[in-house]
């Protein structure tokens, strides 16, 4: 079945880390570019970052960069997303999503910084 | 950066009638614009992408057009179960890889 499952949401402080994963099966994970979406409790869609499907270029949005880093293990057809300096409007449901646009969810995975 | 501007913010429509409801670039992003449509508690889903193309199971009744900075989303039918969020998103200049505020379709 072609499907992404993401895992790694959590509570965590604000300042903490947290490191998501979306695990790809029934495709060839490696041909296709990845990204990251987010949507905050009761808002709309915010693209956080793409990644090409040899990992050696990713992209972020302003609102991340310099805190979140996307990459890719192709051999084990998963997608990451580390996370640091997490702060309270970090607090979203969290997509993985496949090429662009994304043709492919995951279920997401939700996210909650607050002390 | 493009902005994509999504309205109206809320549209409010009868089964079996037809929905439109609009988006707009702050720059022209040609054919590269995306809808997905969202229920609540489940993921989006990609309905429209190159403006006008279905994606693999979306339905007739759902058809986009537009170029460049304007662009229409039209349900000729509405069902069901097509009371939801629509967003659009641009891919053609990027990042960021915008979307739209969305556009809920609510049950007049």
């Known amino acids: 079945e072609v499907q992404l499952l993401e895992s790694g949401g959590g509570l965590v402080q604000p300042g903490g880390s947290l490191r998501l994963s979306c695990v790809a099966s029934g495709f060839t994970f490696n041909t296709y570019a990845m990204s990251w979406v987010r949507q905050a409790p009761g808002k709309g869609l915010e693209w956080i970052s793409v990644i090409s499907g040899s990992g050696d270029e990713p992209y972020y949005a302003d609102s991340v960069k310099g805190r979140f880093t996307i990459f890719r293990d192709n051999s084990k057809n998963t997608l990451y997303l580390q996370m640091n300096s997490l702060r309270a409007d970090d607090t979203a449901v969290y997509y993985c999503?496949?090429?662009?646009?994304?043709?492919?969810w995951g279920q997401g995975t939700l996210v909650t910084v607050s002390s | 950066e493009i902005v994509m501007t999504q309205s109206p913010a809320t549209l409010s429509v009868s089964p079996g009638e037809r929905a439109t409801f609009s988006c707009r670039a702050s720059?022209?992003?040609?054919?590269?614009l995306a809808w997905y449509q969202q229920k609540p508690g489940q993921a989006p889903r990609l309905l429209i992408y190159g403006a006008s193309t279905r994606a693999t199971g979306t339905p007739a009744r759902f058809s986009g057009s537009g170029s460049g900075t304007e662009f229409t989303l039209t349900i000729s039918s509405l069902q069901s179960e097509d009371f939801a969020v629509y967003y659009c998103?641009?891919?053609?200049?990027?990042?960021?890889?915008?979307f739209g505020g969305g556009t809920k379709v609510e049950m007049k």
């Open positions: 998103q641009q891919y053609n200049h990027w990042p960021p890889l915008s």
């Open positions: 720059q022209s992003v040609r054919t590269n």
């Open positions: 999503g496949r090429y662009t646009p994304c043709d492919l």
